[in-house]
């Protein structure tokens, strides 16, 4: 009876380390599994990155109602190939710079970026409007000016201040050094500064 | 160490909330407006868009990924069952139409009178180099190069009467 309730607690402990094994897997171990058929693996996948690409793509100039169709469309390119994720940079970061791309794929069809309506901008939690409105006028300044800088400056800036990642991974993300993408990033501060004072 | 290049490096950080300023670099930030400015540049982008990513439905954005990363897989494999198909396809017409082909071949003019050489006729063996030419002249002119055995046969039977 022992050996019984003993073997009943070790499958019961089976059972949930299966289950819980997708949160705790590294992204690259996610997409073997992913690779191998798990539909759970990319489910995870989804739900640790969606937020930051969506904040991505919008930061980067994508209209708000836009930005769930970008996010699709980025993660579906993405799964088609994941072999082509080597791991040289974090999953993250792959899947922003795949958004990147079709950012300016989509800007490059409009022939430039679109000027986003005031109905369109994010309307941060605040009492006061005249605040409010300064803010949302800065905030709008800064996200033009931030869809307005050179590729590389701009994605570097952004996956360092919205992801904060390092320079060695965003250099092995975009091919570059992590010299030459510590450039990019206070080119593009220097000239967002111009935009927020 | 608190210079503007330090600080400048930890402000990502310190906006993600990882991490927080120490009392040394917040009197640095205080008194230095070109960090300030950086700073503030740093924390509204690091903003920038949160609201909107954090609204998106991890749930559904996956399920609907799922559907279009299978009904790419389906369709794959139909575009590939169909280029097969036409491939078997053409090669079947492709052996039809060589195996049926009419067996013509094209003959160089030299060649029909190279291969009407061998052709023996014992009948003009016995004749002398002057009868021979007799003979030819009255033949009004050369047999066409694709006649036939038979026709040849109804040529000689007439010249032999």
Redesign the interface.
């Given at each position: 009876m022992r050996g019984r309730s003993r073997l009943l607690v070790r499958m019961s402990a089976s059972i949930t380390t299966q289950s819980a094994a997708p949160a705790a897997s590294t992204d690259e171990a996610l997409v073997s599994a992913y690779g191998r058929g798990e539909e759970r693996a990319a489910a995870e996948l989804v739900r640790r990155h969606v937020a930051a690409l969506g904040q991505f793509l919008y930061s980067a100039g994508a209209d708000r109602d836009e930005v769930e169709d970008l996010v699709q469309e980025t993660l579906f390119r993405a799964f088609r190939r994941l072999e082509s994720w080597q791991g040289r940079g974090s999953f993250r970061s792959w899947i922003l710079t795949i958004g990147s791309n079709l950012l300016r794929d989509q800007f490059r069809r409009r022939k430039g970026r679109q000027v986003v309506s005031i109905d369109q901008r994010e309307i941060p939690d605040r009492a006061d409007p005249h605040a409010d409105l300064a803010a949302r006028d800065t905030e709008e300044r800064l996200r033009q000016g931030i869809a307005a800088l050179p590729r590389l400056q701009r994605e570097v800036f952004l996956l360092r201040a919205q992801q904060g990642t390092e320079y060695e991974e965003i250099a092995r993300t975009l091919g570059t050094t992590p010299g030459a993408a510590r450039v990019h990033y206070h080119h593009a501060v220097k000239r967002l500064k111009e935009l927020v004072r | 160490m608190s210079g503007c290049q330090w600080l400048?490096d930890r402000?990502?950080?310190v906006?993600?909330g990882?991490t927080k300023w120490t009392p040394d670099e917040s009197q640095h930030l205080s008194g230095c407006p070109s960090c300030r400015?950086?700073w503030?540049?740093?924390q509204?982008?690091?903003r920038?868009?949160?609201?909107?990513?954090?609204?998106?439905e991890?749930?559904s954005?996956?399920?609907?990924?799922?559907d279009?990363?299978a009904e790419?897989r389906v369709e794959r494999l139909r575009r590939r069952t169909w280029s097969f198909a036409g491939l078997a396809a053409a090669a079947a017409i492709a052996a039809v139409v060589w195996t049926q082909r009419p067996v013509t071949r094209s003959m160089h003019p030299d060649a029909a009178i190279v291969a009407g050489l061998p052709m023996t006729l014992p009948e003009l063996d016995g004749l002398q180099p002057a009868e021979l030419d007799s003979v030819l002249q009255t033949m009004d002119e050369p047999a066409p190069a694709d006649s036939t055995l038979d026709e040849l046969e109804g040529f000689l039977d007439s010249w032999e009467g």
């Open positions: - | 400048s402000m990502p950080a906006a993600l990882a400015e950086e503030d540049v740093v509204r982008s690091s920038l868009g949160r609201v909107i990513g954090l609204g998106l991890a749930g954005t996956s399920k609907t990924l799922l279009r990363l790419a």
